[in-house]
């Protein structure tokens, strides 16, 4: 995947041998939404999604590990 707007189903199936809490969505160095296509599919399989940029979502993913929570992380690094 070269960009997050080419984030598709296929790179999420991981997700549902052990669904998460929450799913943080890094989108690179602004923030992007994925298509409505995962989102129907994120909430078919009851997984809540944030979506920020990949910066946020490495604060905001130490901050859920502290307090122990049950959270999966997938982001484009910024510069990639």
Not at 23 to 45: C, D, K, Q
Not at 56 to 72: C, K, P, Y
């Amino acid at each position: 995947m070269a960009c997050f707007a080419e984030l598709a189903i296929e790179h999420l199936q991981w997700l549902c041998e052990q669904p998460p809490e929450m799913l943080l969505l890094g989108s690179g160095r602004v923030t992007a939404f994925p298509s409505e296509a995962v989102m129907a599919w994120l909430h078919e399989y009851h997984i809540p999604v944030e979506s920020m940029d990949s910066r946020a979502a490495a604060r905001t993913w130490n901050i859920l590990m502290g307090e122990g929570r049950n959270a999966s992380c997938a982001m484009l690094l910024p510069g990639v």
